[in-house]
């Protein structure tokens, strides 16, 4: 019951800063919610087709409708320019605290933000730009076009 209360406001309150947020399935029973027995990212991929919404952030009525629809669906929120976000998904599993370590070593520890706790194990860094992504190498590393937030449950 909580979790039902705390996503939709969630969500309001992230496409209220300006971020481009869609809704998410989620987990249900060991089995993502679309239903799919085949479905290739469990719990993690959009319940509407969301890449219009690149260039395109969602309204808040829009985003209300949605979670109206799909009052259990986690939060998306799609990084970018449409956002002005850029999310470091440091994954430990795949080199990404030593990815981390070569940035930091090349321009310096990043500047204090918010970060967030991956289900499998690692983090995501939150950074807000109003500019283009600056450097082919945050560009590589943030192949990610999308992040789950924190108040979304997820499998790892
Ligand atoms: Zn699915």
Redesign the pocket.
């Known amino acids: 019951m909580e979790r039902e209360l705390r996503i939709p406001a969630a969500a309001r309150a992230y496409v209220e800063l300006g971020w481009a947020v869609v809704p998410v399935?989620m987990m249900r029973g060991g089995s993502?919610?679309?239903g799919?027995d085949t479905?290739a990212?469990?719990?993690k991929?959009p319940h509407v087709r969301w890449q219009r919404f690149q260039t395109l952030r969602p309204t808040v009525d829009q985003v209300a409708a949605w979670w109206r629809r799909w009052p259990d669906a986690n939060v998306g929120v799609l990084t970018g320019p449409v956002s002005l976000l850029v999310v470091l998904d440091i994954d430990p599993r795949n080199g990404g605290n030593a990815s981390l370590r070569a940035i930091e070593e090349r321009w310096g520890a990043h500047a204090p933000t918010v970060e967030s706790h991956t289900g499998g194990g690692g983090r995501h860094v939150w950074f807000r730009t109003g500019e283009p992504f600056p450097t082919r190498v945050i560009d590589r590393t943030c192949r990610r076009r999308s992040a789950i937030t924190a108040q979304s449950a997820c499998p790892a």
């Open positions: 399935h993502c919610s679309c799919r479905c990212a469990p719990g991929h």
